[in-house]
Each structure stands twice: as C-alpha cells, then as structure tokens.
C-alpha cells in the first residue's frame, strides 16, 4: 500500500505501527525459540510444552497484523493511526467500525490458529 490512509476493514496502521507489530512478532518468535530450548535441554515433561502457546501467540499476533496493516486492538476499538505512535484518531461510521472489528476478529482467529498449530507440533515431536 503506497498511501498511508485508513482504509475500512483493510488498513488501519501506518509504518510505524507496523514496525512496532514486527518487533513484537520477533520478540515472540525469539522467546518462543528459547522456551523451545530451554524445554529441550531441562528434559521438560511433554505437557510442560504446552506453555509454549503464549510466546507463539505472542509472535503470530505480531506478524498477521504487520503483514495486514491492521491492528487488532485499534480494530475492537474502533480507532487508526497513521501519525506518531500513540496518536490515535476515531473511526467516524458505524460501517467502518464494524467491518474493523470483523478484520480485528479475523486477525484474532488467524493468530491463534497459527499459534495452536505451532503447540501441537511442538508437543508432538519425540523430544
């Protein structure tokens, strides 16, 4: 997207919203790495595996919204930013703040289907 504007449904987050969603995605994907490790080196119980659900949440949460330009929160809160980090503005329509928070839902659904899935390889593999 060339232009940075609100865009209902679609894009409610300027670059530097976005960055931010990036580095939070890379501090899930980097703490979810080192759970994995650490779950491997302490000989952890199968279940305790389990606990890695949070940080690769953490990290799916992050990367489906940089990559939809979307904020899920901005979303369910019917607001955008295309200015300075934390200058929000209100979505003026009703319309718009519904298909906002159908997008914000279906961020919401993506993230935590990535983040089961990556569960359930984890506690499947013969660790």
Not at 105 to 116: E, H, K, M, R, T
Request: glycine residues 10%; hydrophobic residues 50%.
């Amino acid at each position: 997207m060339s232009t940075a504007q609100y865009i209902p449904g679609s894009c409610n987050i300027g670059k530097g919203e976005i960055r931010q969603r990036q580095i939070v995605a890379l501090i899930g994907l980097a703490i979810s790495i080192s759970s994995l490790i650490a779950l491997i080196s302490t000989s952890a119980p199968r279940g305790a595996r389990l606990g890695i659900f949070i940080p690769l949440a953490v990290a799916s949460i992050g990367w489906v919204q940089s990559r939809k330009k979307f904020c899920l929160a901005y979303g369910f809160m019917g607001t955008f930013n295309f200015g300075k980090l934390g200058q929000l503005s209100k979505v003026a329509d009703s319309a718009s703040r519904a298909a906002d928070r159908k997008t914000a839902l279906s961020i919401l659904i993506q993230s935590g289907a990535y983040a089961v899935v990556g569960t359930a390889i984890i506690y499947l593999l013969p660790l």
